[in-house]
């Protein structure tokens, strides 16, 4: 019974020892690099991971070790790092750097680069609006759903109209928050940053707007129909064929059918494109398998590319297409349902 009592106790100490020596290499890992002040000047990117952020920070000399810091942060909390050009010391501890690096208010630029991919969800542009200004998300959202704010947008901007005032919306302004890059200043407002978006689709609106007026669609149904197509394929030398399956469904009375409408009826509940394709029962105004002509609303933030190929549709006769998800990415389309589901057999299995 001694031996087993000496075996625990001294099991107990070398467990308290190497606790109490872990402790010891956390507390001097995330201590200052030196004592002296050095300034070190640091750029972070848009979207740069945290983890990938301590990497640079212990490659550039600024902290002892990217491992102990990420401990740190984590307890902290402070993983939320603000993109930028930073001007550092080393003689701060981990701490100290990692809540300063997490205030935008801190970089020494006042622009930064806000860059929206093409078919990018609203929601999603208002996170990267958080990422890089002191602007949430919530913020962004908000003002985007704001019947005064949208009535004066519609005031201002001849492209929007009363069509973007309805109710069924996930986002209200969804569809006109153009994809570009853009500086904006880090301190600014939902309001100005909007505003900003607007102005890059006023800028395309202006150069599509004689062929919008000749088309048999409104604008907003341009832009919805364009929001399809961009997220049925990035690829701008599909998007024309795209177009011309859904025009030819639609003159020969088919629905649209397509699945990334369900991908956004579903909206919060998407994961991945895999749940579009077995979710075309839900009920939604967005759903074209359920209701016919197109969703209710734009499904994302279209490209001129995508608009460019509502206006002029390839000339084929497809009713149908695939893309080959698992291989190439090519676009196979067809003529035929009986072709379509030896396409589906051949590409998807």
């Known amino acids: 019974m001694k031996k087993s009592k000496y075996m625990f106790l001294a099991a107990a100490g070398i467990v308290l020892l190497a606790a109490g020596g872990f402790f010891i290499t956390y ?93 990018l969800w609203s929601k999603d542009i208002a996170k990267r609006i958080a990422e890089i200004s002191n602007v949430s998300e919530q913020e962004c959202l908000t003002l985007w759903n704001d019947e005064a704010f949208l009535k004066e947008m519609i005031q201002k901007y001849e492209f929007l109209d009363e069509s973007i005032l309805n109710d069924a919306y996930h986002v209200k302004l969804e569809g006109y928050l153009y994809p570009n890059s853009y500086y904006i200043y880090r301190d600014t407002t939902a309001y100005d940053v909007t505003v900003r978006l607007l102005d890059g689709f006023d800028t395309v609106y202006q150069s599509l707007k004689d062929e919008m007026k000749e088309s048999e669609y409104s604008i907003h149904q341009i832009v919805t129909f364009a929001s399809v197509i961009q997220f049925e394929s990035g690829n701008p030398d599909d998007m024309p064929i795209i177009s011309s399956v859904f025009h030819n469904r639609f003159k020969s009375g088919m629905k649209m059918e397509s699945s990334v409408t369900v991908c956004y009826a579903l909206y919060d509940k998407f994961d991945n494109f895999m749940d579009c394709e077995t979710n075309s029962a839900i009920e939604s105004p967005y759903n ?37 998800v698992y291989g190439s990415q090519k676009l196979i389309p067809a003529k035929t349902y009986e072709e379509h589901l030896k396409n589906i057999k051949e590409y998807l299995k």
């Open 27 to 119: 507390k001097t890992s995330i201590s200052p690099l030196t004592s002296t002040s050095t300034t070190i000047t640091i750029n972070i990117a848009e979207n740069t991971a945290p983890n990938s952020v301590l990497k640079q920070l212990e490659e550039q000399k600024v902290i002892k070790s990217s491992f102990f810091s990420k401990i740190l942060m984590k307890q902290k909390n402070l993983s939320n790092i603000k993109a930028g050009i930073y001007i550092l010391d080393s003689s701060w501890d981990s701490e100290t750097i990692l809540k300063y690096i997490n205030n935008a208010s801190n970089a020494e630029s006042d622009e930064v680069m806000l860059t929206i991919p093409e078919g």
């Open 288 to 324: 074209t398998y359920l209701h016919t002509g197109l969703p209710v609303g734009p499904v994302n933030n279209p490209s001129i590319d995508a608009m460019k190929a509502v206006l002029h549709p390839a000339d084929t006769d497809y009713y149908y297409f695939i893309s080959d």
